[in-house]
């Protein structure tokens, strides 16, 4: 099945590229391998027991002379990652579609095949699997962002690549000393280290991919010269390849560098998180704010993680899936204001709300669930992870919560910089509302939003059989 | 009554094979009509590569133990017959890579060329006497030089030939000086007879070893003894290059991790630094050098150097991983090398012109399969997934983390990053229509079509990418092969 999930999106992929098929009949034909992957994951998780640890594992030597094989599997927490890539990703391949690219049968196929990998990254259960379907993200990556991407795109992807790339290497020179002197490069069966240098290898690389202060020049530019697409897939769901990374290998196999080094992480995050919320709220357009407070949310999901309690891991998580709709949603919608403006610079908008309801709507929602209003579900998962930092300190929770402060005023200042105030330059009248195929792409990512709202347990209270024992320390 | 020695034809097969290919080549190039020449010697290299390779695999099945042959002047054993099969396969692509090249004359030649070198590399990773090992050095060596002037209507071709031969020369004459001095030191010519003579801490032997290395060096093309590299790699006709690329770095790795071995254990705590200093220089060197290449065969020139630089860490990890790392890293890494390089003869024959990164643009686009297939090649040499070169950069820094060398490790995780810089500017480049000014026109009409070439350039392909889903067979086939080296 894990398998079956991994493959699927690639295979597609393949179909995509050598069929014949032009424009959009490429882009639906990839849809809809997008919407098979959303079914699959549909059935996985129906079949799923949530009491249980590592399931749906699939196992086979690779090369054993060195104990790596092909090992994929999933845990409850893992299974939630995996829905948010391929839901995500399939709004982002149904609104490339819509939007009509350039190239499409090479576009839509490297968006596939982003998704298969991004599925890999969380079912991979072997160190050089992981790093594998890590590093395999970063080829469509590049050449999504550097061949469609905006005026500034070649800079942006060779920062981008360089920075994420030596964070990977790092990591896996941090691999092959950890899986030699363990025996086994597979997560589950090897033992603990206490390394150091092999912990900070690994750090590395979850660093860059979040991104962690002061990890995180090659965001802004990679952010804001993507397609919106792109950059909903990029925030939205790679950044999320990070908290599993960080959670699955350095909590999970380093107890002692973990506790040694908690302290400076949380102080980094908890920089960022502040640091990010600020130029957030500085940020003079739509992708930037959005760009900006995805990286404080990462700030704040790794806090939650290293708070090294359930609370707070359980929240992380949550909070993870809510960031990852949030800020995909944004992205797709700051994609349609730009084709009908031409901009996202809020100078350039504004005034958006009259004659536009559906489009007033979304944003609307979207906005207040992102500044985390009691009762939406980026609410409950920053509760959680407050509280559980609070066992830590209750500095870290009073700083936390400030900071969610400001992310009410940056969303508040988006909110109405787009759709309030009088009309911008930019906003004509001829600027339709959201077409009808628009809103079939955005809607689900809304609906699933507000279907967490309302159950936030859903995801809280199935990410782990009732005590962790085997992933969490 | 004079004993006779018994002659192992089956060890010598694979030279045989093709060194009677070269011969009837050669026939047919000087006594056949010119029509017949190109199709017939090209034919007959390609059909003496296959046996060769094919012999090479008997070779490997049934010699399970290492043999030393006629007085100890070749062995036969499985690490030489894996390495015969690579050199036999990048022959046998590089015959279908030559295919197209328009050439004015010599064609029967080239082919005859061809074989003969390759030839003389299946000898060569035999070799385990220091005579032996001269003969197959200069033997494939002079092939080589004659084939990179082969071209003599373009200058460039004759500059490196030239330049091939005087610093090959060069090469070759360190190395023989390198082997007097161990002469002189033990007596012995043997490669295990020199081991035992015990001369270890002798100044002479040391000088001799140290000379061996650098000597090989120039072979192996890594730095300090590049310098003939990206010269050659440039001025040769692109399917002598691709030839080049792959079969002399196997043929001079393999040997030079057997000389080692196997002729100067004692002296290990000496030679294993100083190949992980060289290896670390050929990383810095090429990786450095190649950022600011725009010629592609320049940079792909600098690129071989670089990866000679991992292939040596294999070397100084010295030990069974190490062996098996350098063998596994060589299948991919010739199947990449031939296959970028026939990717770059079709753009220069497609345009009559040197290929740089600016005419290089759009090719994706013109030549889709062609142009993935570069990508994947690019990839390969990144080390990234779906690959053997990931695979192989891995097993290459387990070796050296495994023998205490994490700074190798470290190093190589270093030139990886910077090797990204170049290798992805020629992977966006392939993507971005060029300039409309910069495009110089095709030459001759629509592209040429070449169903051998792009035949060449698939199977690359299978082995590039089959490296990576399929490790295990080929470790295990590594790891017999190691075996048969004393560590």
Redesign the interface.
Known sequence: MTTALIALPLLGALLVWVLPFFGRISGILATLVALAEVTLWAVIVARFDFGQNLQLEDRQ??????G?SYHVGFFGFSLWLAGLAVVVCAAAIAYATWADRE?ARAYHGLLLFLTGAIVGVFAAQDL?VF???F??M??PL??LV??WGGERR?FA??KF??YT??GS??M??SI??F??SQGSFDLVDSGFSDNNWIFLGFLAAFAVKAPLFPFHGWLIDAYRESTSEVSAILSGVVSKAAVYGLFRITIAKFPEPVEDFQTPILILATIGLVYASLLAFRARDLRSVTAYSSMAQMGLIVLGLFSLNELGVNGAILQSVAHGLVSATLFLLAGMLETRTGTSAFARLGGMARGRPALATVLLVVGVIALAVPGSVAFAGEFLILAGIYDEGWWWAAIGAGAIVLAAMYMLRLISAVLHRSRGESVREEAHDLHWQELAIVVPLVAGLLFLSAWPASISERNFPTRNSEAAP | MIDTPTVDWLALSPTLALLGAAGVALLAAVIGPEWFRRAFAGFVAFAGFVTAGVLAGVLFERSPGSERLLNESMTRDRWGALAAIVIAGAGALSVLVSWGEKRRDHSGEYYALLAAAGGGMVFFVGASNLMTLFLGLEWFSIALYIMCALDTHRATSLEAGLKYLMVGSFGSGILLFGSALVYGATGELGFASIAAAGANEDYLLLAGLAMIIAGLGFKVSAAPFHMWTPDVYQGAPTSVTAFMSAATKVAALVLTMRILTVAFPEQEHLWTVAVAVIAIVSLAVGNIAALVQRDLKRLLAYSSVSHAGFMLIAVAANSDLGGKALLYYLIPYSAMSVGSFAVVATRERELGVPVTLDNFGGFLWERPFLGASMWVFLLGFMGMPLTGGLIGKFYVFSAAYRAGWWWLVVAGVIATAISLYYYLRVALAMWTRPEPGLRPAIAGGSPPRDPLLVSAVFLSLIVTVGSFFFVGPLIDLAENAAQSLPF
């Open positions: 030597s690779w090369f054993a002379d060195l790596v190239r050089l790093y594998v379907f590093e395999a970063l080829i590049y050449v550097g061949v070649a992807t060779l690549v360089i790339m030596a290497l790092l896996l020179a092959v000393a899986g030699l």
